[in-house]
């Protein structure tokens, strides 16, 4: 009597999700799973953001969509972000093509009218139902859901150029290592490792982190940098918490001298080796440990015969630079030190400017080589100067 009861309750409902058409069913779906989670944010380090969630709300009607993400007000290190929201609109039917991504966490949606690498979903475990449900609502409208692969191929070595290998870093993402080059291939050294990064992240966008080598000299005498190691991540710029600066911004003369005032006092702790004040005044994404910090100090302290002074100058400012660890607007500071004993002292800080009168040194490439190196026959003056020339 029950099983009856329950059939003829079911024959009665009315068949409401029958009379909808692929289109509707198909919004239905991808609005429940979109709005069902939070999107996590990410630090430019590719830390999770703790505590801070995006959210989706999603809504549209046969062949055409509108996504909006809501981003709640958070802070890194010391930058305050306030509060927004972002919206996308979808024209299924131009989608060229839907993919998972990043450990089947993500669909990527790519058409006319989205971001160049495509427009990433967060969905998490619902990822693979999420696909499912756009594919069927692309299909419906005339799009198309995949394309041929495209395999990236990687930019080969030039002559003489040295090996780049790249090594997964569990829970940070990657580093690209070269051993021993001479100093003249540091130029295309970057350059390759940037599109090794951009070819590893595929349609995630790669943002350089920490990076840093040593000065030596190779077999033949010449300078020559070693243990080269730069990380990257590979991160969505869909929840990416920095902010793009105008293209046409450009520094006013307050900033010029918050700037050389800025620059002036890091170099100051540098010589000095004042970590505890020094260390603070660098991006944390950049990882920088107390004795890496301390080499060059402690490479002054050990060969030069007293006390020296640094000249600085300011190459020039640049918008969003590519390669940069995150948009923004970063100064290019160069370094020359003179100091008894000491051969060539030079180098150049790229500086991050947060907010007006607010600076931290995004990347130091600064060079210590002594007296006593050209005197032992570990490298010769025309080679030292070579470094200052880079």
């Known amino acids: 009597m029950r099983l009856l009861l329950s059939g003829l309750i079911v024959a009665l409902m009315p068949a409401t999700s029958s009379a909808q058409t692929p289109q509707q069913s198909a919004q239905s779906e991808t609005k429940r799973l979109l709005e069902s989670v939070r999107a996590p944010m990410f630090t430019a380090s590719g830390q999770t953001l703790p505590d801070k969630t995006a959210t989706y709300s999603f809504s549209g009607t046969g062949c055409s969509s509108r996504l909006e993400v809501s981003y709640p007000s958070h802070q890194i290190g010391t930058t305050a972000h306030p509060a927004r929201t972002d919206a996308t609109d979808f024209a299924w039917n131009r989608v060229q093509s839907t993919k998972l991504s990043n450990g089947d966490q993500y669909v990527v949606i790519s058409g006319p ?8 979903l967060f969905a998490g475990n619902t990822a693979v139902a999420l696909k499912a449900a756009i594919d069927r609502l692309v299909r419906a ?10 395999t990236a191929v990687a930019p080969p070595a030039p002559s003489g150029q040295p090996a780049i290998r790249i090594e997964a870093v569990p829970g940070k993402g990657y580093a690209a290592i070269v051993d021993t080059f001479p100093v003249a291939q540091l130029t295309s050294v970057s350059d390759r490792v940037n599109a090794l990064a951009k070819q590893r992240c595929g349609r995630l966008s790669a943002r350089m982190g920490r990076y840093k080598y040593f000065t030596s000299t190779d077999a033949q005498g010449r ?15 869909a929840t990416d918490p920095y902010e793009r600066a105008p293209a046409d911004w450009k520094p006013s003369a307050q900033d010029e001298a918050d700037l050389t005032a800025f620059a002036q006092r890091y170099m100051g702790l540098l010589d000095r080796g004042d970590y505890v004040a020094g260390m603070p005044m660098m991006e944390s994404i950049l990882e920088i440990e107390k004795d890496e910090w301390l080499s060059v100090p402690n490479m002054l302290k050990q060969h030069s015969g007293g006390t020296g002074r640094w000249t600085l100058q300011t190459l020039g400012w640049i918008n969003n ?50 007296e006593s190196w050209i005197a032992s026959g570990r490298t010769t003056r025309a080679e030292a100067l070579k470094t200052c020339d880079q």
Do not use: M
């Not at 009218?113 to 990433?120: D, I, K």
């Not at 300078?223 to 710029?237: E, G, H, I, N, V």
């Open 321 to 370: 630079p590519e390669g940069a660890s995150h948009p923004g607007r970063y100064a290019f500071v160069r370094v020359t030190g003179s100091y008894p004993k000491i051969a060539a002292y030079c180098g150049t800080l790229v500086i991050y400017r947060q907010r007006p009168g607010s600076y931290l040194i995004t990347q130091q490439n600064l060079s210590v080589i002594p």
């Open 141 to 150: 409208c005339g799009g198309t859901t995949s394309v041929p692969p495209v």
């Open 223 to 237: 300078a020559a940098l070693t243990q080269y190691r730069a990380s990257f991540t590979c991160y969505d710029p």
């Open 113 to 120: 009218g989205l971001p160049q690498r495509g427009r990433f």
